[in-house]
Nanobody
Framework: DVQLQASGGGLVQGGGSLRLSCAAS????????IGWFRQAPGKERAGVAC????????AYVDSVKGRFTISSDNAKNTVFLQMNNLKPEDTAVYYC????????????????????????????WGQGTLVTVSS
């Protein structure tokens, strides 16, 4: 079974930094993408960033470019989201999600090109971790 566990959320002041982790296990496909999504109070779930397993290619939505960095460890079993210069509007529950198969490359490329990402292609989801940014 594919399992994703998000962790690292907490309370920080505006301008601060936080690093989220997504521990992944159970993948059997040749390649997959892992994405970070967030859902703020009263808002729809929105994409944040994603990364391709095979080569580490990252992609970001426009609102976090230059502030957030997605990366993976050497074993390719944990994905990180380094969040710098946090703003109150970043407050949300953050979820990691995964997409397997050839579609992963297309989804990553689309996010790289357009700066947007949709949750509809991601099949597996973690439990979420809360990030609260005060002003």
């Amino acid at each position: 079974d594919v399992q994703l566990q998000a962790s690292g959320g907490g309370l920080v002041q505006g301008g601060g930094s936080l690093r989220l982790s997504c521990a992944a296990s159970g993948f059997t496909a040749d390649d997959y993408a892992i994405g970070w999504f967030r859902q703020a109070p009263g808002k729809e779930r929105a994409g944040v960033a994603c990364i391709k397993r095979s080569d580490g290619s990252p992609a970001y939505v426009d609102s976090v470019k230059g502030r957030f960095t997605i990366s993976s460890d050497n074993a390719k079993n944990t994905v990180f989201l380094q969040m710098n210069n946090l703003k109150p509007e970043d407050t949300a529950v953050y979820y990691c999600a995964a997409l397997e198969g050839p579609m992963a490359a297309i989804v990553i490329s689309t996010t790289q090109t357009l700066g947007v990402m949709s949750s509809r292609y991601y099949k597996y989801w973690g439990q979420g971790t809360l990030v609260t940014v005060s002003s």
